[in-house]
């Protein structure tokens, strides 16, 4: 499986934008990027996917670099329910439906 | 939310013991999934499922097994617990779309003395 690579963790001010960086240096062609979310005490949330394109949702939105190599998770206006930890998985798009997550980032949130 | 629910929430049991774990959907999604974590991890895939009696192993699966009789259980079981299986579990499920998101149980938390 393409692997990814996150920093650790980050911190952000309440009500700013956050920008939480992955990248994927390996990614083939057919990976899609899933972002998942943990808030603690719970189970993973889906955040947002994309392949190519950049994405949004009512969650948050995905940039893609051109050459797939690496990808951003932008939550616009973070408030205190977004500190969690964010993952970035590549999920291959021909039958295999595992996802294979790494420590992921700690995002924490200033009040 | 997903219809997903997992039994029991909280255990406690003694090394050697049988434990069967549960996971629930009222979805009628194809795959079924159980992961652990630990601290100091992300999640890691035990076994899962893309069918009735079709299960597969994940990259933890030694000393777990798992079973899918009907589409909405799926069971996991620790034959002989022991002190590393301690872990919480997450049981998930997901359509049958590589795009498709995946949707996790509220996660059970074994602890194994």
């Known amino acids: 499986d393409a692997k990814t690579t996150q920093p650790n963790s980050m911190e952000s001010n309440e009500e700013e934008p956050v920008h939480l960086p992955c ?6 062609g057919t990976d899609y990027i899933h972002w998942y979310r943990q808030l603690p005490s719970q189970g993973p949330e889906y955040v947002i996917h994309g ?9 948050a939105s995905l940039a893609i670099a051109e050459d797939r190599k690496s990808s951003t ?9 977004d500190a969690a930890v964010y993952y970035c998985i590549l999920r291959q798009s021909f039958g295999n439906e595992k ?13 | ?34 992961y652990r ?14 069918g009735v009696k079709d299960t597969d192993k994940g990259e933890v699966s030694d000393g777990y097994s798992v079973s899918r009789s009907k589409t909405e259980d799926f069971l996991l079981t620790l034959e002989s617990a022991t ?15 590589s795009s498709y998101e995946q949707y996790f149980g509220p996660g059970t938390r074994l602890t194994v003395t």
């Open chain 1, 51 to 59: 392949l190519t394109s950049n994405v949004n949702n009512r969650m």
């Open chain 1, 73 to 81: 998770l932008i939550l616009h206006r973070a408030t205190l329910r």
């Open chain 1, 23 to 28: 990248n994927h240096s390996t990614i083939s």
């Open chain 2, 83 to 97: 002190s590393s299986q301690t872990s919480v579990y997450f049981c998930a499920i997901s359509g049958a779309d």
């Open chain 1, 99 to 111: 996802l294979t997550f790494g420590t992921g980032t700690r995002l924490t949130i200033i009040p």
């Open chain 2, 1 to 34: 939310d997903a219809g997903i629910t997992q039994s029991p929430r909280h255990k406690v049991t003694e090394t050697g013991t049988p434990v069967t774990l549960r996971c629930h959907q009222t979805e009628n999604h194809r795959y079924m999934y159980w």
């Open chain 2, 37 to 50: 974590q630990d601290p100091g991890h992300g999640l890691r895939l035990i076994h899962y499922s893309y």
